[in-house]
Structure formats: C-alpha cells, structure tokens
C-alpha cells in the first residue's frame, strides 16, 4: 500500500516518536525541558505526557513540536504531510502558526455536498470504528481546538493535509 496516498487513521499516530524525535532534537540544541518548554510555550508535562493519552492529544501543541523538530504531523502518522518545515522553525513570539478547526468544517461540508452525503454518512466514513461522530464534525464549526487524532482522520478523508488548514494567529 502507497502510504503517502493512503488515508491516515487516527490509530496512526504515534506520540512516543514524536517525543522521541522532540527529545533527541532537545538533547542535540542543549536545552533542558524547561528551556523547550520556555521556548514552545507547551508544558514540559504535556509533552512528556502525551504517549500515555490515547484521545485528546491537542493539535496545535503537536503541530509546534513537529515543525520544532522540521517535520510535519503526519510524518508521526506513516503519512506524507508535505513539504516539512526546517527544523526549529516553531515560532518563539506571535504570529503563531495554529490549526484552523473551522477551515476544515468548511473543507468537510464541502466535499460533503459535492459526494451527496449525510453528515451520518461522512461521520460513519471518517470515524469507522469511533469514538467521534456527526454531532464532533458538526461542532467544528465553531471553531476552537481540535484533537489530533481526529484532524488526522478527516485530513485523511479529504485528501489534504494539517499544514494546509494552518494559519498564522497572535494568540
């Protein structure tokens, strides 16, 4: 199977190797956890904490230790998320590069429409064997924080990538 075609899965993330690859860069640039939580603004507990959480792992916090390390999120999925950032391209101040929850409603309530489906449907698609459901992809639309696990996943759906509903924010 072409891994760089295929739909990334949400089981396919892998949080140790991001930690891993965050922690090897950390070691190589000298910098205590302290330090790369100072310059990340993500708690060293976070990070630290993130292969123990099976769902809930937010999005933007992953997206700032990916590109820290010059490498997309789906890279920690088996997947191509295009071309990586350079390493240690995390932001220190504003503007902030964050995901954009509600690009991706749109993006979905596009294709959507275009396929001719139900909101049940795309949900029964996107999210075969759960947790999340329509009532999650509706939500989207407000906007807001999104887990990685699911943005993977209608990432995957759609064909399209984290970095292309990411947009700069000073906050």
Same mark, same amino acid.
């Given at each position: 199977?072409?891994?760089?075609?295929?739909?990334?899965?949400?089981?396919?993330?892998?949080?140790?190797?991001?930690?891993?690859?965050?922690?090897?860069?950390?070691?190589?640039?000298?910098?205590?956890?302290?330090?790369?939580?100072?310059?990340?603004?993500?708690?060293?507990?976070?990070?630290?904490?993130?292969?123990?959480?099976?769902?809930?792992?937010?999005?933007?916090?992953?997206?700032?230790?990916?590109?820290?390390?010059?490498?997309?999120?789906?890279?920690?999925?088996?997947?191509?998320?295009?071309?990586?950032?350079?390493?240690?391209?995390?932001?220190?101040?504003?503007?902030? +590069? /964050?995901?954009?929850?509600? $690009?991706?409603?749109?993006? %979905?309530?596009?294709?959507? =429409?275009?396929? !001719?489906?139900?909101?049940?449907?795309?949900?029964?698609?996107?999210?075969?064997?759960?947790?999340?459901?329509?009532?999650? +992809? /509706?939500?989207?639309?407000? $906007?807001?924080?999104?887990? %990685?696990?699911?943005?993977? =996943?209608?990432? !995957?759906?759609?064909?399209?990538?984290?970095?292309?509903?990411?947009?700069?924010?000073?906050?």
């Amino acid at each position: 199977m072409n891994r760089q075609s295929a739909a990334v899965m949400p089981s396919d993330f892998d949080p140790q190797a991001l930690l891993d690859a965050v922690d090897a860069q950390r070691r190589e640039r000298g910098l205590t956890w302290a330090d790369l939580s100072s310059q990340l603004h993500i708690s060293t507990t976070t990070i630290r904490g993130m292969p123990k959480r099976r769902w809930g792992i937010e999005l933007d916090g992953v997206i700032g230790l990916a590109h820290w390390c010059g490498r997309t999120v789906e890279s920690f999925a088996g997947a191509d998320g295009g071309p990586p950032p350079g390493p240690g391209s995390q932001r220190k101040r504003p503007p902030f +590069l /964050r995901f954009n929850t509600a $690009g991706l409603h749109a993006a %979905v309530d596009e294709e959507r =429409a275009r396929r !001719g489906m139900t909101w049940k449907q795309v949900a029964t698609q996107v999210f075969p064997s759960g947790p999340w459901g329509e009532a999650q +992809l /509706r939500q989207m639309a407000k $906007g807001g924080r999104s887990d %990685v696990y699911k943005a993977l =996943a209608i990432c !995957g759906w759609l064909g399209r990538t984290i970095q292309s509903f990411m947009h700069e924010t000073f906050f």
